[in-house]
């Protein structure tokens, strides 16, 4: 069975930096691209960005290319969303999710809430 | 604003059928295909239709998927209380990135 399970919730502060994870089971994690998509409070899904883990291959959306970085890790079937400064706009729930092609999203995480507030 | 439109409300008595919208353009829905999920109360999206009309196993046939053009529609009959959730539309876009919808809130009366 394909599973994707998410670390806990977060809550920091601006300014600070942040590692979400996305530990995955039950595939080839390198045969398969993974996703970050976010839910912000009283708005739709959000595509964040895309990696395959097999060759690292990124693909960021524009409005979230420089705010934070996808990372994949090969010895743990983990894939990551990683923010070096948070704003409190990035208050959301986030998801990852496996892709069976580069556009269809057919298994997906828990999610994980991340607040930023001071 | 989503670059992919949908209406943000729909809703239905049990047993209608509706149908929800989503409009894009030339570089998105007009040359790749589209995909709809269903995000329940709580819960993590799901993946509801795919390659704009096939439905994933387990997905009732109730669900049904079309796209002409630029635009795409996700038809849902015989509704049932337990269809009330969030839909939401999804397509590649030729900047290389991906796209949703805004999303439709469904309420069945």
């Given amino acids: 069975e394909v599973q994707l399970v998410q670390s806990g919730a977060e809550l920091r502060k601006p300014g600070e930096s942040l590692k979400i994870s996305c530990q995955t089971s039950g595939y080839s994690f390198t045969s398969h691209w993974i996703g970050w998509v976010r839910l912000m409070p009283g708005k739709g899904l959000e595509w964040l960005g895309i990696i395959h883990p097999g060759d690292s291959q990124t693909k960021y959306s524009p409005s979230f290319q420089g705010q934070g970085s996808i990372s994949a890790d090969t010895s743990t079937n983990t894939a990551y969303l990683h923010w070096s400064s948070l704003r409190a706009s990035d208050t959301a729930i986030y998801y990852c999710a496996r892709a069976s092609t580069i556009t269809i999203f057919d298994t997906w995480g828990q999610g994980t809430l991340v607040s930023v507030a001071s | ?109």
């Fill in chain 2, 1 to 109: 604003q989503s670059v992919l439109t949908q209406p943000p409300s729909a809703s239905g008595t049990p047993g209608q059928r509706v149908t929800i919208s989503c409009s894009g353009s030339s570089s998105n829905i007009g040359s790749n295909d589209v995909h709809w999920y269903q995000q329940l109360p709580g819960t993590a999206p799901k993946l509801l239709i795919y390659y704009n009309d096939q439905r994933p196993s387990g997905v009732p046939d109730r669900f049904s998927g079309s796209k002409s053009g630029t635009s795409a529609s996700l038809a849902i009959s015989g509704l049932q209380s337990e269809d009330e959730a969030d839909y939401f539309c999804a397509a590649w876009d030729d900047s290389l990135n991906g796209l949703f919808g805004g999303g439709t809130k469904l309420t069945v009366l």
